[in-house]
């Protein structure tokens, strides 16, 4: 049995009642919604508005009609770049981003069409909101952080950027790919305008599942246009929320796996997730220290989320990446994590680290596994 250490990839398993939504929900009502339809469309329509009550409820949102379905992470980040962002319009981010976030703004920006500032973080891998402020210009249309690194773990400071935003009237974008389902979120006491992040990860929906938070102060045009279930007469995309963003079949299944999922996190509770998945980094970072191997970010937990990633001086990321998934059947996560801005500034750029990434069903056992692995590949 594979012991699985790449949950800021995508979670596994799931809890037992998200596997139970899914076979239940594909067994008796897995029709296309639609709200002038028949019984079982409008069954699979309240799993797609039951689930947006849910996040609504579970992130502070202002109304349930804000929250669009995507297919992952990526989705909701590129519907928000393309529907707000205007030509000459200039964006502040930071070096810490994963590339759903760098890599639509920087084609922009190739394309001549916006400006990009990346602010940097400090050498423990925190964004200072001070330089968020001083990156501000006259132009600044958007401001995209991250809420915690993909390679650190380290959480960012987003209510302080949050209420400088809102003092500028900057919409703000918070990607929580990272922190939904562990650290707490308020959108409206953050100042968040724009909130995306996979359902598949924390949050315990399967693959496929992604939701974009779309707030008052952020107007959006369509990213795609299409059927609604909805008003079929409107020529075009009908302008009432979600529809107008959300054209096209949603993954119904998925989106009845992501609600069972909230209510997983609910009942287990936002801390006591986040205490669990820190004592398990704690383990391995004892561990890792005691072998004087190189660990990035800071160690308090009361500011990171369960990513952690070393480098190994005698021996590359990919390799021993390679070794404990073939020989000793771990996964973890080698390379530059979809985040090369950050390896840059790590040193570690083009080789990467290693990811290791505990969830909430492992346990201190798997952690003496990897680390008894890594004894015998260390020597
Ligand atoms: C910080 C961050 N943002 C965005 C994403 C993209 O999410 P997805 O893979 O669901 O598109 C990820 C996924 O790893 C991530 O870690």
Known sequence: MTIYLDNAATSFPKPESVYQALDQLARTSLANP?????????????????????LNQFFHGKDPERWIFTLNGTDALNMAFKGILNDGAHVVTTDLEHNSVSRPLRALELAGRISLTRVHADGSGTVDPDAVRSAIQPGTRLIAVTHASNVLGTVQPVAEIGRIARERDIPFLVDAAQTAGVIPIDI?????????????????????????????QAKLRPWREGGTGGDSSSETQPRELPYYLEGGTPNVLGIAGLAAGVRYVQERGLDSIHAHEMDLVERLWRYLESKSLR??????????????????????????????????????????HCAPYIHRSLGTFPEGAVRVSPGPFNTAEDIDALTAALDEILL
Do not use: W
């Open 34 to 54: 639609g709200r002038a339809g028949h019984k079982m469309a409008l069954a699979a329509e309240r799993t797609l508005d039951d689930c947006r009550h849910l």
């Open 188 to 216: 409206q006491s953050m100042n968040i305008d724009l909130l995306a992040f996979p359902g598949h990860k924390s949050l315990f929906g399967p693959t496929g599942t992604g939701a974009l938070y779309v707030g008052p």
């Open 295 to 336: 660990v990035f970010g800071h160690r308090d937990p009361t500011r990171r989320v369960a990513t952690i990633s070393f480098a190994c001086d005698t021996l590359g990321a990919a390799e021993l990446g390679g070794i404990l998934d073939e020989s000793f059947d771990i996964a973890i996560r080698p390379g530059l």
